[in-house]
């Protein structure tokens, strides 16, 4: 197994999720969260609001994107570490089931990692963006 895979530094942490996210291992994001995990999917989004544990984060966030959108996939791209705090830039990509239409929309998201933990979660996107790709 790599360093990468092993290792509690934030950075590491956060790529794990990405990872996991985009191979539909809930499993495997559960595990980098922590227990008191509060995730917080930005106002106007579609999921709006602040989840709490690993299981109410992927059942709540996860689960419905996979429900609504073929494809879901959030691209990390640049990482920004200060500490526990990591910033990333990544990239939105999916088709929404009900309208057909793609959505291509940058984000960050900034993410405290504690114990090798991620735990807690905020998101900044466009929503606007997301939304039109939800309207016929």
């Known amino acids: ?3 990468s895979f092993t290792s509690a530094a934030p ?3 956060v790529r794990r999720q990405y990872l996991a996210s985009a191979a539909g291992d809930l499993e495997a994001l559960r595990a980098t969260l922590a227990p008191d995990v509060e995730w917080t999917e ?3 989004f579609p999921l709006a609001g602040t ?5 109410g ?6 689960e419905r994107l996979g429900k ?3 494809g879901w996939t959030a691209h990390d791209d640049t990482y920004v570490v200060d500490g526990e705090n990591v910033v990333v830039l ?5 088709t929404n089931r009900a309208t057909g239409k793609p959505v291509d929309v940058r984000v960050a998201h900034h993410f405290v990692v504690r114990g090798g933990l991620i735990v807690r979660f905020e998101q900044f996107v466009d929503t606007a963006v997301v939304r039109d790709a939800m309207t016929a």
């Open 11 to 13: 950075a590491d942490v």
């Open 42 to 44: 930005m106002a106007g």
């Open 1 to 3: 197994m790599s360093e």
């Open 57 to 62: 984060v992927t059942s709540n966030v996860m």
């Open 51 to 55: 989840y709490r544990t690993p299981e």
């Open 90 to 94: 990544a990239r939105y990509t999916a």
């Open 68 to 70: 609504d959108w073929d």
